[in-house]
């Protein structure tokens, strides 16, 4: 119940492109729910988070569709740059509990 | 935003001495820090719990005699690796939730830039 599963494991998309990356949840406990970049060597950097009661949150590129009905949630880049190239967990917490992370996911921006 | 900072952040030992790896919330006050281990191209996996002026809870599997953790105040947590072994060389990453004053923990996590081990 504390899994959190996340697809693709990598991801190659144009500079400009739309790249998606889906999490899905077991726990019902869980309301906090981040998603973090993280680059070759370095710690991850918290990039954008949202609670269960709202659908869509969105902070510069950067945006989180949330489907609490179906346990999902997903991060969206929208006009993505060669720099968005990284790894990105998402995870999932209750309050300021321990997060349970994804597997991650790298994503290369191409030119 | 939060800072959190991780000293240091490349250390190479020889088999058998322990390191000690600091993690410091430098703007915030934190009751509560994390220390996780990652793997190259892995996902991060908890180690332990740290909790200021108590015991460290650890998660399933982790030796807690091995992994030693200690919070002695609301900005600072330390690890120490004892007796290290070359399976012990990884990346350990601290993290840090911000204290709120008279409110709850935001459930915001702010991590340290991350610390390389490797045990010859």
């Known amino acids: 119940q504390q899994q959190v599963k996340q697809s693709p494991q990598s991801l190659i998309v144009q500079k400009g492109g739309i790249p998606i990356i889906n999490c899905a949840y077991e726990?019902?406990?869980?309301?906090?729910f981040p998603w973090y970049q993280q680059f070759p060597g370095k710690g991850p950097a918290l990039l954008i988070a949202i609670r269960p009661d709202v659908s869509e949150k969105k902070e510069g590129r950067f945006t989180i569709s949330f489907n609490k009905s179906a346990k999902q949630f997903s991060l969206h880049i929208m006009d993505s740059q060669p720099g968005d190239s990284a790894t990105y967990f998402c995870?999932?917490?209750?309050?300021?509990?321990?997060?349970?992370f994804g597997t991650g996911t790298q994503l290369k921006v191409e030119l | 935003g939060a800072v959190v900072s991780q000293h240091p952040s490349r250390v190479i030992c020889k088999s058998g001495t322990s390191v000690k790896i600091e993690c410091r919330s430098l703007d915030f006050q934190a009751t509560t820090m994390f220390w996780y281990r990652q793997f190259p191209k892995q996902s991060l996996m908890l180690m332990a719990t740290s909790n200021e002026g108590s015991k460290a809870t650890y998660e399933q599997g982790v030796e807690k005699d091995k992994f030693l953790i200690n919070h002695a105040s609301l900005t600072l947590s330390t690890l120490t690796v004892t007796s290290a072994h070359p399976e012990d060389s990884s990346f350990y990453i601290c993290?840090?939730?911000?204290?709120?004053?008279?409110?709850?923990?935001?459930?915001?996590?702010?991590f340290g830039e991350g610390s390389r081990l490797t045990v010859l």
């Open positions: 993290s840090a939730i911000p204290l709120q004053r008279g409110r709850s923990n935001t459930g915001e996590l702010f």
């Open positions: 995870a999932a917490g209750r309050g300021g509990n321990k997060l349970t």
């Open positions: 726990n019902t406990a869980f309301d906090y």
